[in-house]
């Protein structure tokens, strides 16, 4: 073998290897690349989902807060008194819907003085929606106290009398 055509035989049989090894790379580069886009795409919406979560969120306590004000509107039936709206101050599509019952009474309210207050239950259900069908539902319950004299907003309730 003569010297001289010794070293071009071995390029010869080297020869396309940088490009299939550098076309290997860039299918791997860009498979690592579009993974990574569907993580942050991914992300970004579940991070939106969680806005929209907590705007509902937001919604049933606003809900909960404007049933407490109406309290004084229910009646003592035991029935179902429903209110809805959209939530004030807020951004559009935002909505409360309430369902305010009356639950009973109670005329020895502890820690009161026997038969000189009586105390009204209550139970408000609030749920709260936003955009992207995000619901959030609260209960909360209240105990109003009044002077057993009767009268007020919240019944004439007396108590039995005692001799």
């Known amino acids: 073998m003569h010297p001289k055509n010794y070293p071009y035989r071995r390029l010869s049989r080297q020869r396309g290897a940088a490009l299939v090894v550098g076309l290997i790379m860039l299918v791997i580069v860009t498979l690592l690349a579009i ?11 579940m991070a939106g989902n969680e806005q929209y979560r907590q705007k509902a969120f937001a919604a049933s306590e606003a809900g909960i807060e404007i049933g407490l004000t109406k309290l004084a509107t229910v009646s003592q039936d035991g029935d179902d008194h429903p209110d809805s709206g959209d ?17 009973g009474d109670d005329l020895n309210v502890p820690g009161f003085s026997s038969g000189k207050f009586v105390g009204f239950h209550y139970q408000i259900s609030s749920t709260g929606t936003s955009a992207r069908g995000a619901q959030s539902l609260q209960q909360q319950g209240a105990f109003v106290i009044q002077s057993s004299g009767g009268g007020g907003a919240f019944g004439s309730i007396t108590p039995p009398i005692t001799p």
């Open 87 to 103: 939530v004030p101050g807020a951004a559009s599509g935002e909505k409360y819907s309430t369902q305010s019952r009356y639950m």
């Open 35 to 45: 993974g990574g886009m569907n993580t942050a795409a991914l992300e970004l919406i």
